[in-house]
């Protein structure tokens, strides 16, 4: 459901992205793993219209429903050659922030950036302003069913938004990015900062939330906990992809269990002789 | 002489909350966009010589009062589509200067259409003055007074009530989270000089019946508003209120008892102080988030 090709961010003068490129498939929970400064928020940010790419494209699936030649009817029968095939993909690299949301890509920002001095609900409630006015009706159901999501929201309604602890804040966070009606859910390391528990809990929303099909990059430090609900994981190092493969063969892969899992190298050799 | 002291408050309070007005417009649109705006000062003076020339023609006051608004809040948004917006990305100072500039082009302008000259408007309701404990209150004050207590009604009401005011208030809170859920921070700036025009010149036409309307009248309604919104400490909405009313008793009284020489030397004066003293304002905590 989206595809990168070949892209290049830029800090100022500090590339963060090298020419990366990557499918990701609909409904899939991809984690993206890697040490700090490996580029993953900058692709993410990217991906959100928060940075400009310099080169590259990003690409998302149309809707199925609407392919944009519907109207032409009359297949000629001539063979394939003649037959236009309708534009499945729909460029949006350089998308400002507030219409990526409008394609259906939400970000979960690093450090959660919640409203802090609004409350929970209107926290909600401003998460779907992209599409306030068509569904003004159904917001507060939207809220809800996301209220049901996070139960340890419920009840909170009213408090400022910064005041709550920082689990809740992320799952705020997360509620508020799921309150656009997002294809795509981008998460920039939710677990950063938080109880072992809370992790755990906010994980296993993932995979909930990946049942309902919506298509999740999941981007974590916590390797660990990220590799448990990933289908899929790719690992960043100095702006490209150096490792990719199913969550199972990245969790045995002694350079993965190395770096990033904490396992040291199997040396047999040692403390027999 | 409490007489006298009643009738300098009662003066003190209209000079104030014109202040006010002001100050409010100023905080506003400098909390939502991070503009001090020092052109609304000249916002009021043509708001107010439009309603003037509208109602010469020969229309209904109030006509001629909505009339101007409406063409006010227009160029407050042409020129913020025209001279703010293209300069988004830059410093602070940089978009200051760019007011700076536009208020001195919009005086020429002024100057331009309406020449040196003085001009007046009658009074919204006639009769003559009430006079309570011995001292005179104008009609026009209570109007001014009314207005400037409508003004933040409606601003309340907006910003706790609306969901397009939560949305404003988004923004300014966290600008990168508020474009992440699709509020366009470049609008929301737009709507703000626009509504910073309107309220600018509905302060010009409030005061015009008891002031000398000219070209350059903006220039010291901008310093005093930009005084007064200092002394409520530039980002507190209250404090802009009760700095402009502060600030027109002080310079009333100050005119009254000691010189009139002394009336807008006061308000560099209290600047000062205040800067020096409490730059952050009487209402404002240091390093508080604003609104």
Not at chain 1, 198 to 210: G, Y
Not at chain 2, 229 to 250: D, E, F, K, T
Request: charged residues 15%; aromatic residues 6%; contains cysteine.
């Amino acid at each position: 459901m989206l595809r990168i090709e070949g892209l290049d961010v830029y800090h100022g003068y500090v590339q963060a992205v090298r020419g990366l490129s990557l499918h990701v498939k609909e409904g899939e929970l991809l984690a993206i793993l890697g040490a700090n400064g490996a580029g993953k928020s900058t692709l993410l940010g990217t991906l959100a219209g928060l940075h400009k790419p310099a080169k590259g494209n990003i690409l998302v699936k149309r809707k199925g429903d609407t392919p944009p030649n519907k109207e032409k009817g009359n297949t000629p029968v001539g063979g394939m050659s003649q037959v236009e095939c309708p534009q499945l993909w729909k460029d949006i690299t350089n998308t400002s922030p507030e219409k990526m949301v409008r394609q259906g890509i939400s970000l979960v920002p690093e450090r959660r950036e919640i409203f802090s001095s609004l409350s929970v609900l209107d926290n909600l409630m401003l998460g779907a302003y992209h599409r306030y006015r068509r569904d003004k009706a159904t917001i507060l159901c939207d809220v809800r069913e996301v209220m049901e999501i996070f139960p340890a929201l419920k009840g909170r309604e009213k408090e400022m938004a910064g005041t709550l602890s920082g689990g809740l804040q992320q799952m705020l966070a997360i509620g508020r990015a799921l309150m656009a009606h997002p294809k795509l859910l981008l998460l920039d390391e939710p677990s950063v900062g938080l109880a072992p528990l809370v992790v755990r809990e906010i994980m296993s929303i993932l995979s909930q939330l990946k049942k309902t099909g919506v298509t999740i990059m999941l981007v974590e430090q916590n390797t660990r906990a990220a590799l448990k609900v990933a289908d899929r994981a790719l690992v960043m190092e100095r702006g490209s992809i150096t490792i990719s493969g199913s969550s199972a063969e990245l969790m045995s892969d002694s350079k993965v269990q190395q770096a990033y899992l904490g396992r040291a190298r199997v040396q047999p050799a040692w403390g027999q002789a | 002489m409490s007489d006298q002291l009643l009738q300098l408050l009662f003066s003190g309070l209209t000079l104030g909350s014109i202040y006010s007005l002001i100050a409010l417009a100023l905080v506003t649109t400098f909390n939502i966009t991070g503009v001090l705006n020092l052109a609304l000062g000249e916002f009021a003076a043509i708001g107010a010589l439009l309603a003037i020339s509208l109602y010469a023609t020969g229309m209904p006051l109030i006509a001629a009062f909505i009339l101007s608004i409406v063409l006010v809040a227009i160029m407050g948004g042409v020129l913020e589509r025209a001279a703010i917006y293209p300069a988004r990305r830059a410093s602070g100072l940089t978009l200051i200067i760019i007011t700076i500039g536009l208020s001195i082009s919009l005086r020429g302008l002024a100057l331009l259409i309406w020449g040196t000259d003085t001009y007046s408007l009658p009074a919204f309701s006639k009769g003559g003055p009430f006079f309570i404990g011995g001292a005179a209150l104008n009609p026009q004050s209570i109007w001014i007074l009314g207005l400037a207590v409508l003004t933040l009604s409606l601003l309340y009401a907006f910003f706790e009530l609306t969901y397009a005011g939560r949305a404003v208030k988004a923004a300014v809170i966290n600008r990168t989270a508020a474009r992440l859920v699709g509020i366009n921070p470049s609008t929301v700036s737009f709507w703000a000089f626009v509504g910073s025009g309107a309220l600018g010149a509905a302060a010009g036409i409030f005061i015009a019946p008891v002031t000398m309307t000219t070209y350059d009248m903006g220039f010291m309604l901008g310093i005093k508003g930009f005084v007064a919104a200092v002394i409520g400490g530039l980002s507190n909405v209250g404090g802009a209120v009760l700095g402009g009313l502060l600030l027109g008793v002080l310079e009333s009284y100050s005119a009254g008892l000691i010189s009139s020489g002394l009336k807008d030397a006061l308000a560099i004066i209290i600047l000062l102080a205040v800067l020096l003293l409490r730059p952050q304002g009487i209402l404002g905590v240091l390093g508080e988030r604003k609104i």
